[in-house]
């Protein structure tokens, strides 16, 4: 008889290791997940919609996927960059700042939240440059396009309102597009560069049609674990958004709102239909991203 | 006798006493601005309860904001009783995991409030905007800090209080309503609990006045010094009754019934009274309230029984589902 031929791994026992994967999976994630279903089947379906769908509810899932597409697109572009100056230039304190972008993963959201909260605020470090200015370049907009209510939009200061929102959830999205982006750019060459540059291509060319290519599925990956993260956003984000229900809640605390009134079913409710929200979103990115790669074949 | 049998016989008295003096820990789970006062209270009862029966008292603390405090006992926190900021949270003890018999607040006198709180204005010294009563908070220009009346029992109190005013100014419930709306249009940021308010409003330097509990008030005047708010008493307040009840199912369990009871009947003797006062809750025995009278200054007080029909009506028809507080942010 010819020998098998079994690939070899490090992890003994191909067995073994997945029923330990499912176990985990299950243990850790699935389980508490399906409760999430479970607590919801013995509502109505009348008592499910009055809850997921109220108007207070429906602006706050606007907001949070809204405000969180905005910082996750945000982290994408300014992530980059920021990777990319790591991987590419040596400088004096690079380690530092290296070390420095993963302060947010650290951070108790808590912490982040109360911390941001007194910078931005009028009296605060920034606050006190940045929200006069902010103010009247909304009033700007205003005068220009004077048809869109931009006060309502992009908020009347920058603390305790909508731009304190997207500060917070840009603040903890960061690192994921960092550190998704920073191997894919160690691994590509500079020589790929120097062999575009050879061949006639200016810079544009070469960022456009050589290196994106090659590190757009790792920005999507970076984009979507900033945009997941900044959805489930809690502590950080209660501290500086102000809470006006109807325009600067998000739906996290319409959860906990409901949980403080003991209505655990409606809490559950809002909950799962983030929970299927987030999943087809994150499973159209996995699609987006899987039809990128075959474009970026070398 | 010589010197043998006496420390033989001192060492057996001793292990004696030692083992007929309990040590007793119970766990008291409260909201968020009696920290100060329980950290006094506790450190007397175990003084008193040490010279009463001998047993070694220990009581530990548990502080949050009210529903959340509540929420956590009816997920299974040993809470041996419980001293919350409202009878609704209390009730729901009862209404989600009958923890307590439903006639709870009978058990003990003036509906198992040994204290009362009422509801005043913080506002920055030399209050530049003129404010001296609830008309002046819905005034155009000016800023009202206040939590969210979904998350914060305190918020609650400060609302009905508002509507209490209007009610009795402007005569129908239409009207009081129209009131509320125009101070909440006042109000740029609700946070979660009575702690966070006034934290926005001190150290964020956000709103021209805090609506807040009277001894929240009294604390961040003696936190932050006289020298940069005022408190300000409307001319109509409500009469905040923070109630506290054991939690039977707990105690029966940890065999703690009977101290846990002397812990809540001892709020009503004249020491834990003064307790109360020193820490700028209102006491409800008379002689010593008078004595606290020149801190706490006179207004009109309404109950929740007599203006909203008790707590479940009052939460039922502003703060649930749906209720006046949704309809006044609805567009």
Redesign the interface.
């Known amino acids: 008889m010819a020998p098998t031929i079994r690939p070899r791994s490090v992890l003994p026992g191909f067995g073994l290791s997945l029923g330990f994967t499912l176990a985990y999976l299950g243990l850790i994630v699935l389980i508490p997940l399906s409760a999430a279903f479970l607590k919801i089947a013995g509502m109505s379906w009348h008592d499910f919609v009055?809850?997921v769908a109220?108007?207070?509810v429906v602006a706050s899932y606007r907001l949070s996927f809204g405000v969180s597409l905005a910082a996750a697109l945000v982290n994408a572009f300014f992530g980059f960059i920021v990777a990319w100056v790591l991987v590419r230039y040596t400088f004096p304190g690079r380690r530092i700042v290296d070390a420095l972008v993963d302060l947010p993963f650290a951070l108790p959201t808590a912490v982040a939240g109360i911390a941001l909260?007194?910078i931005y605020?009028?009296?605060?470090w920034v606050g006190q440059w940045l929200d006069p200015l902010w103010v009247r370049g909304v009033g700007r907009l205003a005068a220009f396009v004077p048809w869109i209510d931009w006060k309502s939009w992009l908020g009347g200061?920058i603390?305790?309102d909508r731009p304190g929102i997207f500060i917070a959830l840009t603040f903890i999205g960061l690192p994921f597009v960092v550190r998704t982006l920073q191997p894919v750019l160690i691994e590509l060459e500079p020589e790929l560069e120097e062999a575009a540059a050879t061949l006639g291509a200016n810079r544009w060319q070469t960022m456009t049609r050589v290196i994106l290519p090659e590190v757009f599925p790792a920005m999507l990956t970076g984009f979507a674990l900033a945009f997941a993260r900044a959805i489930g956003e809690y502590g950080s984000v209660?501290?500086i958004a102000?809470?006006?229900?109807?325009h600067s809640e998000i739906t996290p605390?319409i959860i906990?709102?409901k949980?403080?009134?003991?209505?655990y079913r409606?809490a559950t409710a809002v909950a799962v239909v983030m929970l299927v929200a987030s999943f087809f979103l994150l499973f159209a990115i996995n699609l987006l991203q899987k039809w990128s790669r075959r474009f970026s074949a070398v | 006798m010589n010197f043998k049998t006496l420390v033989l016989a001192a060492l057996a008295v001793a292990a004696a006493s030692a083992a007929t003096a309990k040590s007793i820990e119970l766990l008291n789970v409260s909201y968020d601005p009696t920290r100060e006062l329980y950290v006094d209270y506790n450190a007397a009862f175990a003084k008193y309860w040490k010279a009463k029966t001998g047993d070694d008292v220990v009581v530990k603390q548990s502080h949050g904001?009210s529903?959340?405090q509540a929420?956590s006992i009816?997920d299974g926190l040993q809470a041996d009783v419980a001293t919350l900021a409202l009878a609704a949270d209390i009730d729901?003890l009862y209404?989600?995991a009958k923890l307590l018999p439903a006639d709870w607040q009978k058990r003990l006198p003036n509906n198992s409030t040994p204290y009362t709180s009422t509801i005043v204005f913080l506002v920055r010294k030399g209050n530049p905007k003129g404010i001296k009563d609830w008309n002046d908070l819905v005034k155009p220009g000016v800023s009202v800090v206040t939590p969210?009346p979904?998350?914060s029992g305190g918020a609650r109190w400060n609302y009905l209080a508002a509507w209490a005013y209007a009610k009795h100014r402007y005569g129908s419930d239409s009207a009081a309503q129209k009131f509320v709306a125009a101070l909440y249009k006042n109000?740029?940021?609700?946070?979660?609990g009575a702690r966070?308010s006034t934290t926005?409003f001190v150290?964020?330097?956000?709103g021209d006045v805090a609506i807040s509990w009277e001894n929240e008030a009294f604390l961040a005047l003696k936190e932050f010094g006289a020298d940069k708010f005022e408190v300000i008493v409307p001319s109509l307040s409500i009469l905040a009754e923070p109630p506290v009840a054991v939690v039977d199912k707990v105690v029966k369990k940890k065999g703690t019934a009977d101290v846990a009871k002397a812990y809540l009947e001892y709020l009503y003797s004249d020491e834990g009274q003064e307790i109360a006062g020193r820490n700028f809750y209102r006491p409800r025995n008379a002689a010593i309230a008078a004595k606290y009278a020149s801190v706490f200054p006179q207004l009109q007080l309404v109950t929740i029984d007599a203006e909203f029909g008790g707590w479940t009506t009052a939460q039922k028809a502003h703060?649930?589902?749906?209720g006046v507080f949704?309809q006044i942010?609805?567009?």
């Open positions: 009055a809850a109220s108007p207070r909260t007194a605020a009028k009296n605060g200061t603390a305790f209660v501290f102000g809470n006006q229900p109807a605390l906990i709102t949980l403080e009134q003991y209505d409606g | 904001g529903g959340k929420r009816i729901a209404d989600n969210n979904k998350t109000v740029p940021v609700l946070d979660s966070g926005t150290q964020r330097a956000i703060f649930a589902e749906g949704d942010y609805a567009k």
